[in-house]
Every structure is written in structure tokens, then in C-alpha cells.
């Protein structure tokens, strides 16, 4: 209950969309600095600290991810 933990025991994320939807209101303009707000304890924790990875279906780029 409240785990954050899928029935098979990994980690459940927000959507692409609304992780990308989210990364682009911060006007994040690198991939360093997603990681670096990542690591703060303002940032929802459904939100992975790798998209990149995390999405590999639907990843382009960072640049697309945060819409610079």
C-alpha cells in the first residue's frame, strides 16, 4: 500500500507525457540540470532521474523532452 510498486515489484512512473509535460514548465535547459533538480526533495518522486531510459519507447532527445 503506498509502496509506489507495481504488482511486479518495480517502480511505477508517471507518464511520458506528463513527466515531459512537467520537465518543460521547468524550463530545465539540460540534461545535467533535470538530474540536478531530480536529486532535490522538490521534485514529485514518480518522476524518473533517466527518462531517457526509463521511456525508451517513446524517448526522442532531451531537447524534445524538455522543448528547447
Known sequence: IG?????NGKKQ???FA???TFA???NIKKAY????????HERPSDNPSHPDRTYK?????WK?????
Not at 540540470?33 to 532535490?40: A, E, I, P, Q, S
Not at 524534445?64 to 528547447?68: Q, S, Y
Open 3 to 7: 509502496t509506489g510498486l507495481g504488482a
Open 13 to 15: 512512473w508517471r507518464s
Open 18 to 20: 506528463a513527466v515531459r
Open 24 to 26: 518543460r514548465s521547468l
Open 33 to 40: 540540470d533535470w538530474r540536478k533538480y531530480w536529486k532535490t
Open 57 to 61: 519507447g517513446k524517448w526522442v532527445s
Open 64 to 68: 524534445d523532452f524538455l522543448g528547447n
